[in-house]
């Protein structure tokens, strides 16, 4: 860069070592100044948001007897105010995958517009109890651990709903500590009135017999955690999963 001197030279000053070291340790205390304003630069969801090259992500397989082939769900998120305490990972789109073509038009469809919503920011937690109340007029099906799952757009919601809990979007309820001993005390007192009227030995029984998800045989579903846990107890059906009673 040239610089047009337009006055006359009066004098001089050579550059020392010494200048050069203050000169760069003058600027350091503008970086620490800076820091204390990023709050209007903090980088909130929004529409126009460039996608960057990359993008980190999960992809969950579901299987679904109402399916012939396997349904890939990825979820990619994005990384915001990366490094910052207003770091927050967000997903940022859908794809979903498969050798069915039989649906190909609706899941397009579908995976769009859940990208959409996902893009706009805000709170996008709300999808995952949108899509988990679709019910399928044929009937639903249970995944493995007895859960129900109304329809496969319900299990695709249960998908996202995993994904934004890995990401800490959701979080979980806490199950408060007397409604864990609670639901203890249902399943021991259950578990000693069934095997008291066994006639099996006692000798031989080292453990109640349980159902595929552990809970005990016959259990039926439950309609508040939509699992196969609710047993009679002193004639209320009373589930061993989340503690629902139907007497309260
Ligand atoms: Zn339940």
């Not at 006359?8 to 050579?14: L, R």
């Not at 399928?136 to 329809?151: L, Q, T, V």
């Not at 979080?171 to 009135?193: F, G, N, V």
Request: net charge neutral.
């Amino acid at each position: 860069m040239a610089i047009k001197i337009e006055k006359k030279i009066k004098g001089y000053n050579v550059v020392k070592p010494e200048d050069k070291a203050a000169a760069a340790a003058a600027p350091a205390p503008q970086p620490a100044a800076s820091k204390e304003a990023p709050k209007a630069e903090i980088i909130q969801m929004h529409e126009s948001l460039e996608r960057p090259e990359t993008l980190i992500g999960s992809t969950y397989k579901i299987k679904s007897p109402l399916f012939e082939h396997a349904l890939y769900v990825t979820i990619n998120d994005i990384v915001l105010n990366a490094g910052t305490q207003y770091e927050q990972r967000r997903p940022f789109e859908i794809f979903i995958n498969s050798k069915n073509m039989d649906h190909f038009q609706w899941i397009v469809a579908l995976t769009r517009i859940i990208s959409a919503v996902f893009r706009k920011g805000g709170d996008v937690t709300f999808l995952v109890e949108e899509m988990k109340a679709v019910f399928d007029p044929r009937g639903g099906y249970f995944k493995a651990g007895g859960i129900y799952m109304p329809s496969i757009v319900a299990e695709i919601g249960a998908v996202i709903e995993q994904h934004m809990k890995t990401i800490g979007l959701i979080h979980d309820p806490e199950m408060d500590e007397s409604t864990r001993k609670l639901i203890a005390e249902k399943r021991a007192a259950y578990e000693a009135a069934t095997t008291g009227k066994s006639a099996a030995p006692a000798a031989t029984e080292t453990k109640p017999e349980t159902n595929a998800n552990g809970f005990p045989p016959g259990a039926t579903l439950c309609a508040k955690c939509n699992t196969q846990a609710l047993v009679l107890m002193d004639g209320c059906q009373t589930c061993l999963n989340c503690g629902y009673s139907k007497c309260g």
